[in-house]
């Protein structure tokens, strides 16, 4: 799962396994939160060089302070690509993926001869809403969908996945694949009407709106694919990238390592927008805290298509009472990095 909505949430869960504020306003974009202990700054301490390559604005929501604040040693943009690739294709968000990859690629070739391991953080652009193509790539025919929108959803989805492969087979062309581990997830979801023809993803918290994909890859290193099952969100990535690599340090994360075995694991999220939504998953049931007043169950496992408010015939209070406790917790370590920072 996703622990809130926007990339920018998504960058606090995963990187430093803190769980979004609740408010409109991103961690990212203030310039006060320059101190979180993360991925980047555990790697740098290991002796990374740590890298962080966009093919989007850098200024926008002002990731060139934000990342540089925080223990990054390099930050690409859409900038840079550009001048590489001056003859290229854009969408409303920047430069489309296909040129990021072949940036890396070349990126990786120019620091070969460097004798220090690299932890680079990789931001794509093109499956972002409006959905939109370049005019050089033709996806294949999908059966048409309910909407126009989805279909094109689905063919963004495609040429990700395409540009993804174009990175995955640099790797292994340079042979850096067989030395390398390769985490690949979502920063969000998207809706596409599942709910009142919705396909905005700051309105509502439903299952659509936090499930995202998490994939581990390891060549010649898994003897076989196996499939974690555990309940879990971004915040667990950074206790589960220190077990794998079997760094010793302090764990800031508020999450918990899926490489050991969690029989009683939960997922909380929020979405500040709209009506301001808190939700806790456990136990294939999900509670639902509306604007702090509203509660709402919903059975996972019998109601996929979460229709139907089990609270009145269920009163799980003592659950709400725990997912008060973690909102309590969250805003206050919230206020304890605005008031040192």
């Known amino acids: 799962y996703a622990n809130g909505v926007q990339t920018t949430r998504a960058v606090l869960a995963s990187l430093f396994g803190v769980i979004p504020r609740h408010t409109e306003k991103s961690v990212q974009s203030d310039t006060d939160y320059d101190k979180l202990i993360g991925l980047p700054e555990i790697f740098k301490s290991e002796g990374y060089k740590t890298v962080f390559f966009h093919n989007g604005s850098l200024k926008f929501e002002k990731k060139d302070i934000f990342f540089s604040k925080n223990k990054f040693d390099e930050i690409h943009g859409a900038k ?54 370049p005019k050089s790539y033709t996806p294949p025919d999908f059966p048409k969908t309910k909407s126009a929108e989805y279909d094109n959803f689905l063919k963004t989805f495609h040429y990700s996945d395409h540009c993804l492969n174009i990175f995955l087979e640099s790797l292994k062309k340079s042979g850096l694949d067989k030395n390398s581990i390769v985490f690949i997830l979502s920063d969000t979801s998207n809706p596409q009407g599942e709910h009142d023809n919705n396909h905005m993803l700051i309105k509502n918290i439903y299952e659509e709106n936090l499930q995202i994909p998490f994939l581990i890859l390891a ?27 079997s760094i010793k340090t302090k764990n800031y994360s508020m999450g918990k390592s899926l490489v050991r075995k969690q029989d009683d694991n939960n997922v909380f999220a929020n979405n500040p927008f709209e009506l301001k939504y808190w939700t806790m998953i456990k136990n294939k049931r999900k509670y639902v805290l509306i604007g702090n007043k509203e509660k709402v169950v919903y059975d996972l496992k019998n109601d996929v298509l979460e229709k139907f408010n089990i609270f009145e015939a269920h009163r799980d209070n003592k659950y709400f009472n725990k997912l008060q406790r973690q909102i309590k917790y969250v805003d206050a370590f919230h206020k304890h990095m605005k008031k040192i920072y």
Do not use: C
């Open 219 to 245: 060549e010649e290193r898994i003897e076989k694919a196996a499939l974690i099952d555990t309940l879990a969100s971004q915040i667990d990535i950074l206790p589960t990238v220190l077990d794998i690599f």
């Open 80 to 133: 840079n690509i550009i001048k590489q690739f001056p003859k290229h294709e854009r969408t409303s968000w920047g430069v489309h993926d296909e040129y990021l990859m072949d940036y890396i690629s070349s990126w990786l070739d120019k620091n070969k001869t460097i004798h220090q391991p690299i932890m680079a953080t990789l931001f794509t652009v093109s499956h972002h809403h409006p959905w939109k193509l």
